[in-house]
């Protein structure tokens, strides 16, 4: 066995702090877009009122005690939780289809580690200064001056965590209620132990650790790459263009002097490093920790825009068109593969959620005994059924069964139902029925359920079988 | 620039050094401080668990962690206050949890309830079916069957509760003096007092009672001695045979077989062998009482539950 020792270095390494710079540019606009209008939704809409005939008057809430979801016109209730697995599959195919055709755009635009950490950047850049200066103020010795900026920056981080934890408990119980009980110290233990855990986590993840997230903890990050093909929209510079990179020197300041002297167009000013949220250099290629933030191409577009030449040394583009070849195509299998699958999910899931029964009637017939012979000869079959009021007001049922020629339906006491809105029950009933045959059968019928109060609805009904023993 | 260092070590990866069989070799990409520190916390964490819950076994006991306990209410009403354990949370659980709260304001609710109220309340009802039901596994379906009925099988040892004849009264409040008193169904057995021959045309009038295919001759001379003193059957069936509800007398003229099996007899001479059987036997049946085992309000439930199987009276 041969030891090579190579210069030491250390199994473990430390962070290095990234200080991106601040940037102007066409995806930094769309990304702050993107960041007001999520921000916006997040922290505005545990506000929102919506009228409903029953339940509470907030928009979106999820009711856990009750068993309840309300997103504005809609009740979810936990027999729908097959919605769940199709919205599940919507996401994940929805993901697959975009990262498909434009790569991590999920990952640069929209994940909330993303925005959280723009917010937390932006918040530092502002008590702080621009790059250099907290670059400048993490060197200099601990003063005051170190001391209050420093102190400001995270008491500011902590006000935004604990605003994103408070406002994520709004959502699982009436926020005005919740928000005056919070602060009264009356709120239930799961709002403060959960609004304590998201303002740790968000402090910890958007303002400590950061890039480390998607590089360490991100599994997505990593099995993205298998969804990469080579018309895949990724973020790259031209090193066609821009090598040999060369300053803007003496005789190097022109294009033509440039190509005249055998030099590309980046004139390795470092921008495009600085402003990486992640700490990378572009033009080392496609690498891992690269979140497709777009940030680089801004940067680089401001060089370019200044300098008077074309943008694009750092630009969008694919795998085979840095290569020489043609510009991605978007119409590939693979992506109208995903496009379909898309299109059945969301049809299914809107077919569904467009036709939510209003009432559910699940009727389950004893089994043991199947049948029970009466004492005036006639067959005795017992039924549970178990209802569940979803329409919003109080409904009120007769039940009849079809079908079953002469049978007769016993309810016990119950020869009217009413049911509150959401109330739930279950309800024994016997079927008495003389046996068509002497051999032993049994026959489907039909139970409905008709809704004497509403004019609107139209009698459920579900199907059931009658059996019968065979007589000698 | 400072992400020149940077560029290299990206491009390229060292190796920890260690080479096997000549050439393999190990890169090194060094793990994040904070990862391995978050290791650390996490053993950190075990010891500090460790400490406060019960861990390690030792001798024949264990570690009962420290300054963590759990006070509960035993089955005599006694505070009990012991280490942590899981066994003790759920018995804390089942007495001030949510839902075992929940459950008790119900109970208390159909216990103050009337039979009447509770038999046109459904709620109350579904309430009482599924709680009787876990009383009735308990308590009664030793005997009467799992669903208050006895498979083919065991047919007659134990009455059928899921059909609507009710030997000993069918209303609530009889199900529930059933329960609470405990029942002796005693028939007396024939097969001394009855010759062969008498024996067979009693059968048949009892045949006749509810079915074809008796032998008319027989049915007449069997009517004697059911309505007379050679048989005396009418003194607990009447001489209607419908029975008497205060001797637990079945009805004999209803389609509903309680002790011999008829309707699973494939001909009429079955048929008079099984119901000669149990005139020669006699039927010795006893339902303990339950008004030392089971409190009133379990009765109640059970009574409610009872009834409602077959649909009582």
Known sequence: ?????????????????????????????????????????????????????????????????????????????????????????????????????????????????????????????????????????????????????????????????????????????????????????????????????????????????????????????????????????????????????????????????????????????????????????????????????????????????????????????????????????????????????????????????????????????????????????????????????????????????TGLEGAELDLGKFSHIELAPDQRLRLRAHIKHEPPTGEAGSQKFRIRAIPTNRTDLEAFEKDAVFSWPGSH | MSDKTQEQQNNAVQTTGHAWDGDLQEFNNPLPRWWIWTFYATIVFSLIYWLIFPTWPYANTYTKGIGNTITFENEQGEEVTTHWNTRSLLIEEMQTGEEALKQKAYLEKVNAASYEEILSDPDMMAFTNSTAKVLFADNCAACHGPAAALPGSAFGLYPNLADDAWLWGGTVEEIEQTLILGRNGYMPAFGTTLSEEQLDEVANYVLSLSMEGADASKVAAGKEIFNGQAGGCHYCHTKEATGLKSQGAANLTDAIWTVANVTAAPTTEAKLVAIKQVIRDGINRVMPAWSGRLSDDEIKQLAIYVHQRGGGK
């Open chain 1, 1 to 401: 066995m041969s030891q090579q020792q190579t210069d030491q270095q250390p199994l473990y390494e430390a962070r290095r702090s990234i200080y991106p710079r601040s940037v102007k540019g066409r995806f930094r606009n769309i990304k702050w877009a993107i960041l007001t209008l999520a921000y916006g939704v997040y922290f505005l809409l545990p506000w929102m009122r919506w009228e409903r005939s029953a339940g509470p008057d907030q928009a979106v809430l999820f009711d856990l005690a009750g068993r309840k979801f309300y997103l504005f016109g809609l009740t979810v209730y936990p027999q729908d939780i097959f919605w769940l697995a199709g919205f599940l599959m919507l996401a994940a195919y929805l993901l697959f289809f975009v990262t498909g055709i434009a790569g991590r755009v999920f990952c640069g635009y929209f994940c909330f580690q993303t925005l959280w950490t723009d917010v937390f950047v932006l918040v530092e850049r502002l008590v702080q200064g621009e790059r250099p200066a907290r670059i400048r103020l993490a060197k200099q010795p601990l003063n005051s001056e170190k001391a209050l900026k420093l102190g400001v920056t995270h008491l500011l981080w902590l006000l935004v965590a604990f605003a994103t934890g408070l406002s994520f408990v709004l959502y699982w119980g009436n926020a005005p209620d919740l928000i005056r009980d919070f602060f009264t110290g009356q709120a239930p233990f799961a709002a403060y132990g959960t609004t304590l855990f998201l303002t740790a986590t968000t402090y910890v993840m958007a303002g400590l650790a950061r890039e480390q997230v998607c590089t360490y903890m991100c599994p997505y990050s990593r099995f993205q790459s298998a969804m990469f093909d080579k018309d895949t929209l990724i973020v790259s510079y031209d090193s066609k263009r821009g090598e040999g990179r060369a300053k803007l020197g003496k005789g190097l300041k022109g294009r033509e002097e440039r190509q005249a002297a055998g030099v590309g167009d980046c004139i390795d000013c470092g921008y495009c490093v600085q402003v990486c949220p992640t700490g990378i250099d572009i033009r080392n290629g496609l690498q891992i920790q690269c979140i497709s933030c777009a940030l680089c191409i801004d940067a680089c577009d401001t060089i370019m825009d200044s300098l008077g030449w074309e943008r694009g040394l750092v630009a969008y583009t694919s795998e085979r068109q840095a290569e020489g070849g043609k510009p991605a195509r978007l119409f590939r299998p693979k992506v109208v593969g995903y496009f379909l699958v898309l299109l059945v999910i969301v049809a299914a899931l809107a077919w569904n959620v467009s036709h939510q029964q209003l009432f559910d009637l699940s009727v389950a017939q004893e089994r043991q005994p199947l049948h029970v012979t009466l004492s005036d000869g006639r067959i005795q079959n017992s039924y549970e059924f178990k209802m569940n009021n979803k329409t919003g007001g109080p409904l009120e049922l007769e039940f009849e069964i």
